[in-house]
């Protein structure tokens, strides 16, 4: 059985993806092989974000993985805040980095926006990309409870609530992380 470590930490996603891989995989965390590196993210993209990830651990420990990057981009914002979603506001906290977006789109009519995910994965001395993305649009007040980030103010097309609206099954269902997931999973369905 072929083991692949994703370079988080956060067992929620490792539970997701497992469940869609087949049964020759076993996926393991950072924490699973003992790395507790501050692994850099200082690509311009997602793709360069996820690449740095795997080529990390490749480099360091010379396994099979993948790692992700994703995050908001507005339209209106030139494409803000893309690679700096987590921490646009020059913190963490994202009710600040929320009050910027608002702020910025204040008077804006054009609120189209999208979140994007890329997966990259190092096997067999090569890289695959994976890519997930959902259209939608940013409203100007918080809505709901559920989700993180900027769910609260993200609409997808086709639909009249917020991520954090919906349940965690319904946003899982149609977000970007879970169609390049999919795209992950259907990759390594056919090795």
Not at 119 to 134: D, M, P, R
Not at 152 to 159: E, Q, S
């Amino acid at each position: 059985m072929l083991e692949l470590v994703f370079a988080t930490n956060n067992a929620h996603k490792l539970e997701e993806v497992q469940a869609m891989v087949n049964d020759n995989f076993v996926l393991k965390s950072l924490k699973d092989i003992g790395c507790t590196d501050d692994i850099p993210e200082t690509g311009e993209t997602f793709a360069e974000n996820a690449k740095q990830k795997t080529d990390y651990l490749a480099n360091k420990y010379g396994l099979y993985c993948f790692g992700d990057d994703s995050g908001l981009e507005i339209d209106a914002l030139n494409g803000e805040p893309g690679v700096y979603s987590a921490r646009y506001s020059g913190s963490r906290d994202m009710e600040k980095n929320i009050e910027l977006v608002l702020s910025k789109l204040a008077g804006v009519n054009e609120r189209t926006a999208r979140f994007k995910t890329i997966i990259s994965l190092y096997l067999n001395e090569k890289q695959h990309f994976f890519e997930g993305a959902i259209e939608g649009v940013i409203i100007d007040e918080l809505r709901g409870t559920s989700g993180f980030g900027y769910d609260p103010i993200f609409i997808p097309n086709g639909y009249d609530r917020t991520f954090a609206e919906m349940s965690n099954e319904q946003k899982n269902s149609i977000s970007h992380r879970s169609i390049a997931v999919g795209k992950l999973a259907d990759f390594l369905k056919k090795f």
